[in-house]
Nanobody, 125 residues
């Protein structure tokens, strides 16, 4: 599976941004895709994920209610709509994909086999 992230940029606190991840290659109902982020000096952290079998979104507590993950099957993209952005959301955002991801593992970066190149999101105060 190949992943190409796009979007991101600079926005003021309270604003919105959308990042997208175009995927190609072999996927199936057992595929899951997620967004992770890494801020300078911090460890990578889970943001959101979606499993192709259900289209249901899973979110970190820090973004719940502000971010929405979605999948466009026709365009082979998974997007993350980010609203009410905060300065602490500033990070490089990475999309990831994996096959056979079970529910209990959607938040674990080690469950994903394929990673995109990352896109910078900067939220100014």
């Amino acid at each position: 599976v190949q992943l190409q992230a796009s979007g991101g940029g600079l926005v003021q606190a309270g604003g919105s941004l959308r990042v997208s991840c175009a995927y190609s290659g072999r996927t199936s109902r057992s595929t899951g895709m997620g967004w992770f982020r890494q801020a300078p000096g911090k460890e990578r952290e889970f943001v959101a994920a979606i499993r192709f079998s259900t289209y249901y979104g899973y979110y970190a507590d820090s973004v719940k209610g502000r971010f929405t993950i979605s999948r466009d099957n026709a365009k082979n993209t998974v997007s993350l709509q980010m609203n009410s952005l905060k300065p602490e959301d500033t990070a490089v955002y990475y999309c990831a994909a994996g096959n056979g991801i079970i529910l209990s593992a959607v938040t674990e970066g080690t469950a994903y086999d394929y990673w995109g190149q990352g896109t910078q999101v900067t939220v100014s105060s």
